[in-house]
């Protein structure tokens, strides 16, 4: 089955639903000749460092439309029942204890204080077998029975903590048992995709990244040949990363890198000239508005003192859900520039949906359809910082990660490229690149 049949199988029952998907980095197509950036099913499309509530969404959508690929099952046999069911009672005993808190006293394990994150140089990597070690090596250091107990179905789970048990250690536990449980459900999410994930690696944009970063990079790359075995071989794997950004299969960059260093007498520095554009443009297009994704409707004022971009908003009707909003704003402004949301009672123009159960998303980039999750409080953290995410991408810019399969080693790899930047990370804020980016875009010029 092609790409493109894997993919509509899944795209059609989610369109009866009326869902969209984004795909983060395809506004750099010269890039993606062999690699394309393909749509995953939005509740597929997650960030790296997405809540457990989010992941819970996800497998819940699976299992109720059956979405894997025609004759396989979504678990596939991958020995992560155990694992699945012990991040599941985790999250039941956490939703029982909350039930009986105020507002102002839940306890959470992916709040803004503890917030996980994949930076490029330290990528995350994961699959059964290095799942299935961390969930052993948790179980075997537990020291709590009754956590053991509860997690693992041989106790019930309870609105009490017991009295061995202290909040910070049910935290602290629940926190490490979560996260494991992330990788396993992010795992089988991926599964049935894995072909299509494989081809994704193109986009790995992390030689780019440490080439340009490398200490006395051009006199390494002009010695090349003389370097230790070690340099020479770390060096060799980014070259073939910006060689396979453009398309190309890992064989034939490091059978053409042999071939030019040996050409050019063990100078790997015209091997490096003839990839690394492409691969810049690669990366830079993670933080552009694509012109597919560029708007019609921001109005820019400037004047001596500050600069407003004004975006119409269809008015959500109540005071809550315009506070609600008001979050977007408190986020897109920087120094004497803001973004405001005008409320309209009419239009073509950018509205709030919600729907049970759902991920968030936008229907495209530079998209009018924000789509929330209706179970979720307006008032929750997760909320606040996804509104003013997904409101990036009704403004145009695209997601700022990476996510492929590495075929050589099988395990999925992820990574965010700014762990600073809100379209990267749930760490991330407003910076001056999005306003230098919007300026770019939506302010008028001279001519205009």
């Known amino acids: 089955m092609s790409i493109a049949q894997r993919i509509l199988a899944s795209a059609l029952v989610l369109l009866a639903l009326g869902f969209s998907t984004i795909s983060p980095s395809t506004s750099f197509a010269s890039a993606h ?17 997405a809540s457990s509530e989010d992941y819970q969404h996800a497998l819940n959508q699976i299992r109720l439309f059956n979405l894997a690929k025609p004759g396989e099952s979504v678990k596939d046999n991958d020995g992560l029942d155990a694992v699945v069911a012990s991040g ?19 306890l959470s394990f992916t709040d803004a204080q503890h917030r996980i994150g994949y930076p490029i140089d330290k990528a995350n990597k994961y699959s059964p077998t290095i799942i299935l070690a961390k ?10 029975d009754i956590f053991r107990a509860v997690v693992t179905g041989q106790a019930p789970v309870s609105s009490d903590l017991p009295a061995d048990l202290t909040v ?73 990363l910006i060689c396979r950004n453009g398309g190309n299969d890992t064989n034939t960059c490091r059978t053409e890198l042999d071939g030019s260093t040996q050409k050019q007498n063990g100078n790997a520095m015209a091997y490096y000239t003839q990839y690394i554009d492409n691969a810049k443009a690669l990366y830079d297009s993670f933080f552009h508005i694509p012109t597919y994704g560029q708007r019609s409707d921001i109005t820019w004022v400037a004047n001596s003192a500050d600069e407003t971009a ?14 609600f909003m008001r979050n977007v704003e408190d986020e897109w402004h920087l120094g004497g520039w803001q973004l405001k949301l005008n409320f309209v009672t009419s239009g073509d ?16 980039l530079g998209g009018n359809i924000i789509t929330m999750d209706k179970n979720t409080p307006l008032t929750d953290w997760e909320n606040n910082w996804t509104i003013r995410h997904e409101f990036g991408h009704v403004l145009g810019f695209p997601d700022c990660y990476v996510e492929f399969y590495d075929d ?23 910076k001056e690149t999005h306003k230098t980016e919007m300026t770019r875009v939506y302010r008028p010029t001279k001519s205009q």
Request: glycine share 2%.
């Open 310 to 323: 004004t975006i119409p908003f269809l008015d959500p009707a109540t005071d809550a859900l315009r506070a």
């Open 168 to 240: 910070e250690t049910f935290l602290d536990l629940g926190r490490t048992l979560d996260r494991i449980y992330q990788s396993a459900t992010r795992w089988r999410m991926m599964q049935p995709y894995l072909d299509e994930m494989a081809a994704n690696s193109a986009n790995d944009v992390r030689g780019y990244y440490f080439l340009s970063n490398l200490t006395d990079r051009d006199q390494k790359l002009a010695q090349f040949a003389a370097l230790s075995t070690d340099e020479k071989a770390q060096i060799a794997a980014w070259l073939v």
């Open 33 to 49: 000749k062999a690699a394309q950036n393909f749509n995953l099913p939005n509740y597929l499309d997650l960030p790296p460092d």
């Open 88 to 106: 599941e009672k985790i999250l039941q005993w956490l939703n029982a204890i909350n039930e009986k808190r105020d507002a102002s006293a839940k």
């Open 349 to 364: 123009v950018a509205h709030l949906m919600f729907q049970p159960g759902t991920t968030p998303h936008v229907n495209a």
């Open 135 to 144: 969930h052993a090596d948790f179980m075997a250091a537990l020291k709590s």
């Open 408 to 430: 050589a080693e099988k395990v999925m790899t992820n990574y965010q490229l700014d762990m600073t930047n809100l379209m990267c990370s749930r760490r991330g804020n407003l």
